[in-house]
């Protein structure tokens, strides 16, 4: 091979380069998002844990329920009734979309289509 | 040889025909065929898919008593829904991307099949209240592959999940009625005044009129009959329940279907 001495080197060095976010970043996973959850409420409908995990199969789960079943009666937690909707039931607590589904969703970079359809609180009139 | 082969060939043939054909005149004898796949719809009593039959009258005589009303029942109607408004730039309805869920239509458009010939002048100039039937057997719930479009078991409402709508506009084709829209493009700048309490659809999706289930859901009555108000231009009920007052006006007025020869059963009837 000809100038084996510079292709060689080059290409650590390109390859060096080219990983670079790679193993800067190695062991790290950046600073964890911290949604803001609303004051004042102790418990949610389901478990932190599976909350976090698995909303949105609730969410699915509440809209077949609701619109295929007519099972629409409220979720009751400590004597409080919770609607099961995503604007009026979910954001009626959370009411602050870009301190609490933004963060994680942003991190995550997932990109839910709720939004196209659904209002967030702000657009309250 | 040969004339033994041929009478085998011709016993092996006839017996394969009759074989074949057995069956068939079995049912014919039995009285087993039937020309459609369902019942006629002219059958009297015929039980229907629910428990509730949802369903309408609409009196068109008071609608042209009341000049201004079917507007306002489309008003309402679209208002609640967040139901854009496509316009050309001189301010007539832009045809091609149009979303309703109830509009005011000719009588003659609205019942193609009835004779047009000698009729009444005076219906020419009034406006047939026409939204989604919610039909007991209906075609558009055949047709979609995703089961976006559904018979509400309970209810007999014609529901749409937009969550599982592909647009794949099948169901436009199979509706008789004309009573679904396509959102061609993304509604929302084209809604006069949001309402958040209702969300709105995404471009992709057919929409279409589920008599408010939303609020039937909290004891209200669909948008358009409370906007008919006294006028009784519009009565709202359960077909299936003998006693409800929809079900007394129907048992006591003569009342017409649109295209009821197509066997979908439709839920809204009209006074004429």
Same mark, same amino acid.
């Given at each position: 091979?000809?100038?084996?001495?510079?292709?060689?080197? %080059?290409?650590?060095?390109?390859?060096?380069?080219? /990983?670079?976010?790679?193993?800067?970043?190695? %062991?790290?996973? %950046?600073?964890?998002?911290?949604?803001?959850?609303?004051?004042?409420?102790?418990?949610?409908?389901?478990?932190?844990?599976?909350?976090?995990?698995?909303?949105?199969?609730?969410?699915?789960?509440?809209?077949?329920?609701?619109?295929? %079943?007519?099972?629409?009666?409220?979720?009751?937690?400590?004597?409080?009734?919770?609607?099961?909707?995503?604007?009026?039931?979910?954001?009626?607590?959370?009411?602050?979309?870009?301190?609490?589904?933004?963060?994680?969703? /942003?991190?995550?970079?997932?990109?839910?289509?709720?939004?196209?359809?659904?209002?967030?609180?702000?657009?309250?009139? | 040889?040969?004339?033994?082969?041929?009478?085998?060939?011709?016993?092996?043939?006839?017996?394969?025909?009759?074989?074949?054909? &057995?069956?068939?005149?079995?049912?014919?004898?039995?009285?087993?065929? !039937? &020309?459609?796949?369902?019942?006629?719809?002219?059958?009297?009593?015929?039980?229907?898919?629910?428990?509730?039959?949802?369903?309408?009258?609409?009196?068109?005589?008071?609608?042209?008593?009341?000049?201004?009303?079917?507007?306002?029942?489309?008003?309402?109607?679209?208002?609640?829904?967040?139901?854009?408004?496509?316009?050309?730039?001189?301010?007539?309805?832009?045809?091609?991307?149009?979303?309703?869920?109830?509009?005011?239509?000719?009588?003659?458009?609205?019942?193609?099949?009835?004779?047009?010939?000698?009729?009444?002048?005076?219906?020419?100039?009034?406006?047939?209240?026409?939204?989604?039937?919610?039909?007991?057997?209906?075609?558009?719930?055949?047709?979609?592959?995703?089961?976006?479009?559904?018979?509400?078991?309970?209810?007999?409402?014609?529901?749409?999940?937009?969550?599982?709508?592909?647009? +794949?506009?099948?169901?436009?084709?199979?509706?008789?009625?004309?009573?679904?829209?396509?959102?061609?493009?993304?509604?929302?700048?084209?809604?006069?005044?949001?309402?958040?309490?209702?969300?709105?659809?995404? !471009?992709?999706?057919?929409?279409?009129?589920?008599? +408010?289930?939303? !609020?039937?859901?909290?004891?209200?009555?669909?948008?358009?009959?409370?906007?008919?108000?006294?006028?009784?231009?519009?009565?709202?009920?359960?077909?299936?329940?003998?006693?409800?007052?929809?079900?007394?006006?129907?048992?006591?007025?003569?009342?017409?279907? !649109?295209?009821?020869?197509?066997?979908?059963?439709?839920?809204?009837?009209?006074?004429?």
């Amino acid at each position: 091979m000809y100038d084996k001495g510079k292709i060689i080197p %080059g290409l650590i060095i390109f390859l060096g380069l080219f /990983t670079f976010p790679l193993w800067y970043n190695a %062991g790290n996973a %950046g600073n964890p998002p911290k949604p803001e959850k609303p004051a004042g409420y102790q418990k949610c409908v389901r478990p932190v844990e599976y909350m976090r995990t698995s909303h949105m199969v609730l969410l699915n789960q509440w809209r077949d329920e609701v619109i295929r %079943g007519d099972e629409r009666e409220m979720i009751m937690i400590d004597g409080k009734p919770y609607p099961k909707k995503l604007q009026a039931g979910c954001m009626g607590c959370h009411a602050d979309k870009k301190k609490f589904c933004d963060r994680c969703h /942003t991190y995550a970079s997932v990109k839910p289509y709720c939004w196209d359809c659904h209002f967030p609180p702000k657009e309250k009139m | 040889m040969d004339s033994q082969r041929r009478k085998f060939l011709k016993m092996a043939g006839l017996t394969a025909v009759a074989g074949m054909g &057995a069956p068939a005149i079995n049912m014919l004898l039995k009285g087993e065929v !039937r &020309a459609s796949e369902t019942e006629a719809s002219t059958a009297p009593a015929l039980p229907t898919k629910s428990v509730k039959r949802l369903g309408m009258v609409v009196d068109v005589n008071k609608f042209g008593a009341n000049p201004g009303l079917a507007q306002k029942c489309v008003e309402a109607c679209h208002s609640i829904h967040n139901v854009p408004d496509f316009r050309n730039p001189d301010g007539s309805i832009d045809k091609k991307d149009e979303v309703k869920w109830i509009w005011a239509e000719k009588y003659e458009h609205t019942f193609p099949d009835a004779s047009q010939y000698k009729r009444n002048v005076g219906l020419e100039e009034l406006p047939v209240m026409t939204f989604c039937n919610h039909c007991d057997d209906p075609p558009c719930v055949r047709a979609c592959p995703t089961q976006a479009t559904f018979k509400a078991k309970d209810s007999g409402i014609v529901m749409m999940d937009y969550h599982r709508c592909i647009g +794949c506009r099948f169901c436009m084709a199979a509706c008789p009625y004309g009573a679904r829209s396509f959102n061609w493009r993304d509604p929302r700048p084209f809604i006069k005044k949001l309402n958040p309490d209702f969300p709105t659809r995404m !471009r992709g999706v057919v929409e279409k009129c589920t008599f +408010c289930a939303e !609020r039937l859901a909290v004891g209200k009555i669909p948008a358009c009959v409370e906007a008919t108000g006294d006028t009784k231009a519009m009565v709202f009920g359960d077909l299936n329940d003998p006693n409800s007052e929809i079900s007394k006006i129907l048992a006591s007025t003569f009342t017409i279907q !649109r295209k009821p020869f197509l066997g979908t059963k439709p839920s809204v009837f009209y006074i004429i």
